[in-house]
Protein backbone atom coordinates (compact mmCIF):
# COMPACT_ATOMS: atom_id res chain seq x y z
CA UNK A 1 0.00 0.00 0.00
CA UNK A 2 1.44 3.44 -1.12
CA UNK A 3 2.11 5.80 1.60
CA UNK A 4 -0.15 8.84 0.57
CA UNK A 5 1.53 11.21 2.76
CA UNK A 6 4.81 10.25 0.56
CA UNK A 7 3.15 11.08 -2.38
CA UNK A 8 1.45 14.25 -1.05
CA UNK A 9 4.96 15.02 0.03
CA UNK A 10 6.68 13.95 -3.74
CA UNK A 11 4.09 16.39 -5.48
CA UNK A 12 4.52 19.04 -3.53
CA UNK A 13 8.25 19.09 -3.98
CA UNK A 14 7.60 19.55 -7.72
CA UNK A 15 5.92 22.01 -8.07
CA UNK A 16 8.27 23.53 -5.94
CA UNK A 17 10.83 22.81 -8.57
CA UNK A 18 8.83 24.34 -11.42
CA UNK A 19 8.34 27.38 -9.83
CA UNK A 20 11.66 27.61 -9.14
CA UNK A 21 12.84 27.23 -12.54
CA UNK A 22 10.47 29.76 -13.95
CA UNK A 23 11.68 32.28 -11.49
CA UNK A 24 15.72 31.15 -12.61
CA UNK A 25 14.07 31.87 -16.31
CA UNK A 26 16.96 34.41 -17.86
CA UNK A 27 14.57 36.17 -20.44
CA UNK A 28 12.68 39.21 -19.26
CA UNK A 29 9.36 38.37 -21.20
CA UNK A 30 9.02 34.64 -19.75
CA UNK A 31 5.54 34.13 -17.98
CA UNK A 32 4.12 37.36 -19.97
CA UNK A 33 1.63 36.98 -22.67
CA UNK A 34 1.26 39.61 -26.17
CA UNK A 35 4.25 41.21 -25.66
CA UNK A 36 5.92 42.10 -28.98
CA UNK A 37 9.76 43.62 -29.08
CA UNK A 38 11.00 46.56 -30.91
CA UNK A 39 13.36 45.49 -33.58
CA UNK A 40 17.01 46.44 -32.95
CA UNK A 41 17.85 49.84 -34.75
CA UNK A 42 20.15 48.59 -36.83
CA UNK A 43 17.08 47.09 -38.46
CA UNK A 44 15.21 50.20 -39.03
CA UNK A 45 14.58 51.13 -42.77
CA UNK A 46 16.78 53.95 -43.64
CA UNK A 47 16.05 56.97 -46.08
CA UNK A 48 18.14 57.29 -49.51
CA UNK A 49 20.75 60.04 -48.89
CA UNK A 50 20.22 63.15 -50.71
CA UNK A 51 23.11 63.14 -53.82
CA UNK A 52 24.98 66.38 -54.18
CA UNK A 53 22.99 67.01 -57.11
CA UNK A 54 19.58 66.20 -55.74
CA UNK A 55 20.78 68.78 -53.26
CA UNK A 56 21.74 71.25 -56.02
CA UNK A 57 18.34 70.95 -58.02
CA UNK A 58 16.31 71.42 -54.41
CA UNK A 59 18.24 75.02 -54.51
CA UNK A 60 17.12 76.22 -57.63
CA UNK A 61 14.07 78.30 -58.41
CA UNK A 62 11.77 77.08 -61.13
CA UNK A 63 11.89 78.06 -64.34
CA UNK A 64 9.38 80.19 -65.86
CA UNK A 65 7.19 78.77 -68.59
CA UNK A 66 6.84 81.45 -71.62
CA UNK A 67 4.72 79.28 -73.36
CA UNK A 68 2.75 75.90 -73.79
CA UNK A 69 3.71 76.00 -77.73
CA UNK A 70 4.61 71.88 -78.05
CA UNK A 71 6.17 73.07 -81.86
CA UNK A 72 8.54 75.42 -80.66
CA UNK A 73 11.82 75.69 -82.09
CA UNK A 74 14.48 78.16 -83.23
CA UNK A 75 14.79 80.02 -80.24
CA UNK A 76 16.93 83.76 -79.88
CA UNK A 77 17.60 86.30 -77.72
CA UNK A 78 17.14 89.95 -78.76
CA UNK A 79 17.34 92.36 -75.83
CA UNK A 80 14.90 91.60 -73.25
CA UNK A 81 12.82 89.63 -76.13
CA UNK A 82 12.91 86.18 -77.09
CA UNK A 83 11.75 85.05 -80.46
CA UNK A 84 10.58 81.67 -81.28
CA UNK A 85 8.81 79.59 -84.41
CA UNK A 86 5.70 78.09 -83.30
CA UNK A 87 3.70 76.37 -86.13
CA UNK A 88 3.55 79.19 -89.11
CA UNK A 89 4.43 82.05 -86.96
CA UNK A 90 7.42 83.97 -85.29
CA UNK A 91 6.08 84.32 -81.49
CA UNK A 92 7.44 87.42 -79.27
CA UNK A 93 7.66 87.60 -75.92
CA UNK A 94 9.33 89.35 -72.86
CA UNK A 95 11.65 87.79 -70.46
CA UNK A 96 9.02 88.34 -67.87
CA UNK A 97 6.20 86.97 -69.60
CA UNK A 98 4.19 89.61 -71.30
CA UNK A 99 3.92 91.07 -74.17
CA UNK A 100 3.74 87.95 -76.28
CA UNK A 101 2.63 88.48 -79.98
CA UNK A 102 3.10 86.92 -83.64
CA UNK A 103 5.33 89.24 -85.52
CA UNK A 104 5.36 87.31 -88.72
CA UNK A 105 2.99 84.30 -90.02
CA UNK A 106 3.31 82.33 -93.15
CA UNK A 107 1.64 78.73 -93.97
CA UNK A 108 5.46 78.10 -96.00
CA UNK A 109 7.56 79.07 -93.05
CA UNK A 110 10.55 76.44 -92.34
CA UNK A 111 12.95 78.07 -90.04
CA UNK A 112 13.00 82.07 -88.70
CA UNK A 113 16.31 83.72 -86.69
CA UNK A 114 15.75 87.07 -85.16
CA UNK A 115 18.65 89.55 -83.47
CA UNK A 116 18.55 92.82 -83.07
CA UNK A 117 17.93 94.38 -86.52
CA UNK A 118 15.97 91.97 -88.49
CA UNK A 119 13.86 88.60 -88.79
CA UNK A 120 15.25 86.50 -91.39
CA UNK A 121 12.68 83.64 -92.49
CA UNK A 122 13.51 80.44 -94.57
CA UNK A 123 10.24 79.35 -96.36
CA UNK A 124 9.14 77.19 -98.81
CA UNK A 125 7.66 77.87 -102.33
CA UNK A 126 4.09 77.02 -103.05
CA UNK A 127 4.84 74.74 -105.65
CA UNK A 128 8.05 73.03 -104.74
CA UNK A 129 10.77 72.85 -101.92
CA UNK A 130 12.88 75.48 -102.74
CA UNK A 131 13.50 77.62 -100.37
CA UNK A 132 12.83 81.64 -100.42
CA UNK A 133 14.99 83.43 -98.20
CA UNK A 134 13.05 86.83 -96.08
CA UNK A 135 14.67 90.05 -94.45
CA UNK A 136 12.19 92.12 -92.57
CA UNK A 137 13.95 95.24 -91.03
CA UNK A 138 13.42 96.25 -87.40
CA UNK A 139 11.81 99.75 -87.37
CA UNK A 140 13.96 100.85 -84.14
CA UNK A 141 17.42 99.79 -85.52
CA UNK A 142 19.70 101.92 -84.30
CA UNK A 143 21.46 103.65 -87.62
CA UNK A 144 25.34 103.35 -88.06
CA UNK A 145 27.05 105.75 -86.49
CA UNK A 146 28.90 108.77 -88.30
CA UNK A 147 32.43 108.80 -88.46
CA UNK A 148 34.07 109.88 -85.14
CA UNK A 149 30.91 109.01 -83.12
CA UNK A 150 29.66 106.88 -80.61
CA UNK A 151 27.36 104.43 -81.24
CA UNK A 152 24.18 104.84 -80.29
CA UNK A 153 22.71 102.71 -77.75
CA UNK A 154 20.40 99.47 -78.65
CA UNK A 155 16.69 99.63 -78.18
CA UNK A 156 15.30 97.51 -75.89
CA UNK A 157 14.26 95.02 -78.18
CA UNK A 158 13.22 95.29 -81.74
CA UNK A 159 9.90 96.13 -83.07
CA UNK A 160 8.62 94.79 -86.40
CA UNK A 161 5.98 96.06 -88.87
CA UNK A 162 3.27 93.73 -87.96
CA UNK A 163 -0.41 93.96 -89.61
CA UNK A 164 -3.44 94.92 -87.84
CA UNK A 165 -5.82 92.03 -87.34
CA UNK A 166 -9.60 93.71 -88.22
CA UNK A 167 -12.51 92.86 -90.82
CA UNK A 168 -11.01 92.35 -94.26
CA UNK A 169 -7.67 92.43 -93.66
CA UNK A 170 -5.56 89.12 -95.63
CA UNK A 171 -3.41 88.68 -93.04
CA UNK A 172 -1.20 85.87 -94.88
CA UNK A 173 -1.70 88.43 -98.24
CA UNK A 174 -0.04 91.24 -95.41
CA UNK A 175 2.69 89.01 -94.03
CA UNK A 176 3.84 87.99 -97.53
CA UNK A 177 4.44 91.70 -98.60
CA UNK A 178 6.50 92.30 -95.93
CA UNK A 179 10.37 93.13 -95.87
CA UNK A 180 12.99 91.83 -99.08
CA UNK A 181 12.77 88.80 -100.67
CA UNK A 182 14.64 86.12 -102.72
CA UNK A 183 14.07 82.94 -104.16
CA UNK A 184 17.38 79.79 -104.14
CA UNK A 185 17.42 76.67 -104.97
CA UNK A 186 18.33 75.77 -101.79
CA UNK A 187 16.38 72.79 -100.00
CA UNK A 188 14.09 74.41 -97.52
CA UNK A 189 13.55 72.04 -94.94
CA UNK A 190 17.72 71.68 -94.68
CA UNK A 191 18.02 75.66 -94.66
CA UNK A 192 18.35 78.03 -91.85
CA UNK A 193 20.61 81.06 -90.05
CA UNK A 194 23.02 80.36 -87.53
CA UNK A 195 24.43 83.55 -87.01
CA UNK A 196 24.45 87.40 -88.13
CA UNK A 197 26.36 90.67 -87.97
CA UNK A 198 24.62 94.51 -88.25
CA UNK A 199 24.69 93.85 -91.78
CA UNK A 200 24.41 90.20 -92.69
CA UNK A 201 23.47 86.73 -91.85
CA UNK A 202 25.48 83.61 -92.27
CA UNK A 203 23.12 80.75 -93.44
CA UNK A 204 23.84 76.51 -93.68
CA UNK A 205 22.20 75.71 -96.94
CA UNK A 206 20.74 72.38 -98.10
CA UNK A 207 22.10 72.55 -101.89
CA UNK A 208 21.58 69.63 -104.70
CA UNK A 209 25.38 68.90 -104.33
CA UNK A 210 25.45 68.70 -100.31
CA UNK A 211 25.72 71.54 -97.50
CA UNK A 212 27.03 74.83 -98.06
CA UNK A 213 27.96 78.15 -96.03
CA UNK A 214 26.92 81.74 -97.11
CA UNK A 215 27.34 85.06 -96.54
CA UNK A 216 24.01 87.00 -97.22
CA UNK A 217 23.01 90.83 -97.33
CA UNK A 218 20.43 91.61 -95.18
CA UNK A 219 19.59 94.81 -97.27
CA UNK A 220 19.57 92.55 -100.34
CA UNK A 221 19.27 88.76 -99.66
CA UNK A 222 19.86 87.69 -103.15
CA UNK A 223 23.53 89.31 -102.54
CA UNK A 224 25.30 85.96 -101.30
CA UNK A 225 28.96 84.83 -100.69
CA UNK A 226 29.77 81.12 -100.48
CA UNK A 227 32.31 80.36 -97.50
CA UNK A 228 31.88 76.50 -97.63
CA UNK A 229 30.85 74.12 -99.88
CA UNK A 230 31.04 70.02 -99.56
CA UNK A 231 29.99 67.41 -100.96
CA UNK A 232 29.10 63.39 -99.28
CA UNK A 233 29.80 65.60 -95.60
CA UNK A 234 27.94 66.58 -93.23
CA UNK A 235 27.95 70.29 -91.45
CA UNK A 236 27.03 70.13 -87.68
CA UNK A 237 27.78 73.00 -85.19
CA UNK A 238 28.09 76.07 -87.51
CA UNK A 239 28.90 79.19 -85.93
CA UNK A 240 30.54 82.94 -86.34
CA UNK A 241 33.34 83.62 -83.40
CA UNK A 242 36.54 85.53 -83.64
CA UNK A 243 35.93 86.78 -87.07
CA UNK A 244 35.34 83.35 -88.78
CA UNK A 245 32.98 80.93 -89.32
CA UNK A 246 33.54 77.57 -87.45
CA UNK A 247 31.83 74.28 -88.09
CA UNK A 248 32.48 70.31 -87.31
CA UNK A 249 32.68 68.09 -90.52
CA UNK A 250 31.79 64.79 -90.80
CA UNK A 251 30.79 64.85 -86.03
CA UNK A 252 34.60 65.07 -85.17
CA UNK A 253 36.75 67.10 -87.35
CA UNK A 254 36.98 71.30 -86.50
CA UNK A 255 37.41 73.56 -89.49
CA UNK A 256 37.19 77.38 -89.75
CA UNK A 257 36.72 79.55 -92.48
CA UNK A 258 38.66 83.51 -91.72
CA UNK A 259 36.10 86.04 -92.78
CA UNK A 260 36.90 89.23 -95.27
CA UNK A 261 37.44 92.41 -93.30
CA UNK A 262 36.49 95.49 -94.99
CA UNK A 263 38.48 97.68 -91.92
CA UNK A 264 42.10 95.88 -93.13
CA UNK A 265 41.32 94.87 -96.65
CA UNK A 266 42.02 90.90 -95.84
CA UNK A 267 39.89 88.50 -98.23
CA UNK A 268 38.27 85.83 -96.87
CA UNK A 269 40.89 82.68 -96.05
CA UNK A 270 40.16 78.82 -97.31
CA UNK A 271 38.62 76.37 -94.93
CA UNK A 272 41.17 75.20 -92.56
CA UNK A 273 41.48 72.00 -90.54
CA UNK A 274 42.14 72.98 -87.03
CA UNK A 275 41.99 70.17 -85.02
CA UNK A 276 40.09 66.71 -85.03
CA UNK A 277 39.03 64.12 -82.78
CA UNK A 278 39.57 60.74 -83.61
CA UNK A 279 37.29 58.91 -80.58
CA UNK A 280 34.39 60.81 -79.99
CA UNK A 281 31.73 63.74 -81.73
CA UNK A 282 33.02 67.11 -80.97
CA UNK A 283 29.79 69.70 -80.46
CA UNK A 284 31.36 72.53 -80.92
CA UNK A 285 31.50 76.02 -78.87
CA UNK A 286 33.78 78.50 -79.39
CA UNK A 287 34.84 81.94 -77.43
CA UNK A 288 38.40 83.17 -76.41
CA UNK A 289 38.52 78.67 -76.81
CA UNK A 290 37.54 75.87 -79.10
CA UNK A 291 35.06 73.95 -76.57
CA UNK A 292 33.91 70.00 -77.41
CA UNK A 293 31.42 68.24 -75.61
CA UNK A 294 32.16 64.53 -76.39
CA UNK A 295 29.86 63.10 -73.76
CA UNK A 296 31.58 61.63 -71.50
CA UNK A 297 33.79 65.49 -70.68
CA UNK A 298 33.97 68.61 -72.63
CA UNK A 299 37.89 69.32 -73.50
CA UNK A 300 39.25 73.02 -73.96
CA UNK A 301 41.85 74.12 -77.03
CA UNK A 302 43.70 77.26 -77.76
CA UNK A 303 41.97 78.80 -81.19
CA UNK A 304 44.93 76.83 -82.64
CA UNK A 305 43.85 73.59 -81.87
CA UNK A 306 46.79 73.20 -79.23
CA UNK A 307 47.15 72.38 -75.63
CA UNK A 308 44.05 70.23 -75.34
CA UNK A 309 43.01 69.90 -71.55
CA UNK A 310 40.14 68.52 -70.04
CA UNK A 311 37.54 71.07 -68.40
CA UNK A 312 35.14 68.73 -66.43
CA UNK A 313 34.94 64.51 -66.96
CA UNK A 314 31.28 63.67 -66.48
CA UNK A 315 32.37 61.75 -63.74
CA UNK A 316 33.57 64.26 -61.44
CA UNK A 317 30.36 66.34 -62.82
CA UNK A 318 27.75 66.53 -59.84
CA UNK A 319 25.57 64.59 -62.24
CA UNK A 320 26.98 61.63 -64.60
CA UNK A 321 24.37 62.63 -67.32
CA UNK A 322 26.35 62.98 -70.26
CA UNK A 323 27.13 66.55 -71.95
CA UNK A 324 25.05 67.38 -75.05
CA UNK A 325 24.94 69.86 -76.88
CA UNK A 326 26.97 73.44 -75.93
CA UNK A 327 27.13 76.54 -76.65
CA UNK A 328 29.29 79.67 -75.85
CA UNK A 329 28.14 82.36 -73.92
CA UNK A 330 31.00 85.03 -72.84
CA UNK A 331 33.63 82.39 -71.73
CA UNK A 332 31.08 80.28 -70.13
CA UNK A 333 29.92 76.84 -72.12
CA UNK A 334 25.81 76.04 -71.86
CA UNK A 335 25.69 73.00 -72.03
CA UNK A 336 22.61 70.24 -71.68
CA UNK A 337 21.80 66.22 -71.63
CA UNK A 338 21.82 63.88 -74.45
CA UNK A 339 20.58 61.40 -71.87
CA UNK A 340 18.39 62.04 -68.68
CA UNK A 341 19.85 61.35 -65.32
CA UNK A 342 17.98 58.39 -64.13
CA UNK A 343 16.69 60.92 -61.01
CA UNK A 344 16.68 64.33 -62.60
CA UNK A 345 15.84 63.66 -66.14
CA UNK A 346 17.33 66.07 -68.45
CA UNK A 347 19.40 68.97 -67.12
CA UNK A 348 20.97 72.38 -68.17
CA UNK A 349 24.50 73.07 -66.75
CA UNK A 350 26.84 75.74 -67.12
CA UNK A 351 30.27 75.69 -66.61
CA UNK A 352 33.04 78.69 -66.62
CA UNK A 353 36.43 77.49 -66.61
CA UNK A 354 39.23 78.93 -64.67
CA UNK A 355 36.09 80.39 -62.08
CA UNK A 356 37.93 80.78 -58.42
CA UNK A 357 35.74 79.14 -55.89
CA UNK A 358 35.47 75.98 -58.53
CA UNK A 359 38.09 74.75 -61.29
CA UNK A 360 35.50 74.03 -63.27
CA UNK A 361 32.59 76.37 -62.04
CA UNK A 362 30.06 74.16 -62.85
CA UNK A 363 26.58 74.79 -61.97
CA UNK A 364 22.95 73.69 -62.54
CA UNK A 365 21.08 76.15 -64.25
CA UNK A 366 17.99 73.75 -64.72
CA UNK A 367 17.12 69.92 -63.35
CA UNK A 368 13.81 67.54 -64.09
CA UNK A 369 13.54 68.39 -67.63
CA UNK A 370 12.19 67.00 -70.66
CA UNK A 371 14.51 66.57 -73.79
CA UNK A 372 16.08 69.97 -74.37
CA UNK A 373 16.12 70.68 -78.00
CA UNK A 374 17.28 74.12 -77.90
CA UNK A 375 19.26 76.80 -75.96
CA UNK A 376 19.75 80.57 -76.29
CA UNK A 377 21.46 82.87 -73.52
CA UNK A 378 22.87 86.24 -72.88
CA UNK A 379 24.64 87.83 -69.57
CA UNK A 380 21.90 87.20 -67.01
CA UNK A 381 19.13 84.63 -68.55
CA UNK A 382 19.05 81.48 -70.52
CA UNK A 383 15.63 80.28 -72.31
CA UNK A 384 15.00 77.14 -73.48
CA UNK A 385 12.89 74.47 -75.43
CA UNK A 386 11.85 71.15 -74.77
CA UNK A 387 10.09 68.21 -76.94
CA UNK A 388 6.55 68.84 -76.83
CA UNK A 389 6.43 70.90 -73.76
CA UNK A 390 7.34 74.59 -74.30
CA UNK A 391 9.83 77.52 -74.17
CA UNK A 392 11.10 78.13 -70.45
CA UNK A 393 13.44 80.85 -69.01
CA UNK A 394 15.20 80.97 -65.73
CA UNK A 395 18.35 83.49 -64.43
CA UNK A 396 21.73 82.73 -64.65
CA UNK A 397 24.78 83.06 -62.26
Known amino acids: ??????????????????????????????????????????????????????????????????????????????????????????????????????????????????????????????????????????????????????????????????????????????????????????????????????????????????????????????TQTTIVTLTDHVIDSPQLASGAIWYVRDNNRVFKVTLADEATGAAQGEPTEVFGIGYASCSLAVGDAAFCSIGSSIERRDLTGANPTTVLDVQKSVTPAPFGRAIDVAGSIIVSTNQPDPKLKHILRVVSPGAQANPTGEKLLACGRDLITAVAADATHAVWIEANVGVFITSRP
Open 1 to 222: MINRWATCAFVALSLALVACGADDDPSPLAGRKNVTSAPPPSAAPQADATSPAEAACAALGAPTRLSDAKSARDITLAGRAIFFQSGSSVVRVFKDGVGKKDVFSSLNLTHSFVDDTAIVTVESSTDNPNATLRVIKATNAAAAPKEGEAAPPKPEYPEFPVPEVKDGVDLNAAFAALGTTTATNFNAGGTRVFASDATSFFLLADTATGPAILHVSKDNPA
